[in-house]
């Protein structure tokens, strides 16, 4: 039995697998509000408490930068120690990697069905993948060919500056920067990022703010409720902030897959995605995504996939937790 774990800011997520014909099967699974926490230790804690079993091997999958056997959490405060989680689960290796490397290992054994096709190309089954996730924040990793198997990296990638394309990108960049200073592609495409968008437009729009809108926005994630309206056609301005932010998560997207020559396809993940997943499939988002000049061609070929599954990183923890014995 293995234990897998995915922590994110709103979510820790923590499960047992078996292993069968070279798989990871589900055996338990509980969620916990993160927030509600003092660190990782305390949930691992209940958590054996409420599944019980003996583990044999684990790998968790963490928002922040993995830095000497420790990551020091991106929207949490807390301090994840390797040691110590090994403490805790009885076992002399516990395996910290990034959230998104997490769910780079889990492109390697997903299904069809756990898929939504934005564009099919022409996959290189052998060639490097790409993974990119807007969610509580912005993150992207690689799965990559490495002598005769593949092998996720890690990356910080969404904290790196954001680049604009057009006029209406350059006015939110400035917009941006008086509130926040220093733009990241995070800043742009996440939750909080979409929010923003819907702020900018609104106020450059002048119209004012319809009062339901006004009282969902008060009560509700502001990323929900713009992307909600944008999808039900009830609010123009919403839908226009929709269309910029799919807009510069195509660039984005495009990006990466040049960056690592992701020919192999390209993977959205996170908790937007799969909501606006009609919007992701307009002619708009491949649009932006090939527009890369002499290497549109490329572009062309690479497919584009969203995860369904909102449990692929607790699979792809778990796949990495297979390396552990031995496959």
């Known amino acids: 039995m293995i234990l897998a774990g995915d922590i994110g800011g709103t979510n820790a997520r923590l499960a047992t697998f ?7 099967a589900l055996r338990a699974l509980r ?8 660190g990782l230790e305390e949930i691992l ?21 993995l830095r000497a056997g420790a990551v020091v959490t991106t929207n949490l405060p807390w301090v994840v120690d390797a040691d110590r989680l090994g403490a805790v689960l009885g076992l002399r290796k516990v395996v910290l990697v990034n959230d998104l490397e997490a769910l780079a ?10 898929l939504g096709t934005i564009h099919s190309g022409r996959p290189d089954r052998a060639a490097a993948r790409a993974v990119l996730a807007a969610g509580t924040g912005l993150g992207e990793a690689a799965l990559v060919p490495v002598a005769g198997r593949f092998v996720a990296l890690p990356s910080e990638g969404g904290h790196a500056d954001f680049a604009p394309r057009t006029d209406l990108e350059i006015e939110l960049l400035r917009w941006l920067r008086v509130r926040h200073g220093r733009v990241s592609w995070e800043r742009v495409l996440s939750g909080p990022g979409l929010g923003d968008a819907y702020r900018f ?7 004012p703010e319809p009062p339901a809108l006004a009282r969902a ?7 929900v409720v713009v992307s ?3 999808l039900a056609g009830s609010d123009p301005v919403c839908a226009q902030a929709l269309e910029l932010f799919v807009s510069a998560y195509a660039a984005e997207a495009g990006n990466l897959a040049l960056r690592l020559i992701a020919t192999g396809g390209v993977f959205l993940g996170g908790g937007i995605a799969p909501h606006v997943l009609a919007w992701l499939r307009r002619p708009s988002f491949r649009e932006v995504f090939v527009d890369k000049g002499r290497l549109g061609a490329l572009l062309e070929d690479i497919p584009v996939h969203v995860i369904l599954d909102d449990l692929a990183g607790l699979l792809g923890a778990a796949r990495r937790a297979m390396e552990e014995l031995g496959g």
Do not use: H, K, N, T
């Not at 804690?45 to 930068?65: H, N, Q, T």
């Open 18 to 24: 078996d292993v069968l014909g070279g798989r990871p």
């Open 31 to 38: 969620i916990y509000p993160s927030d509600r926490f003092a």
């Open 45 to 65: 804690e209940r958590f054996l408490r409420e599944v019980g079993g003996a583990i044999e091997a684990a790998a968790i999958g963490v928002a922040g930068p």
């Open 105 to 114: 290992w889990s492109l390697d054994v997903l299904e069809a069905d756990q």
């Open 201 to 207: 437009l609104r106020e450059r729009s002048g119209d």
């Open 217 to 223: 926005m008060a009560e509700g994630d502001a990323a």
């Open 228 to 230: 909600s309206a944008a």
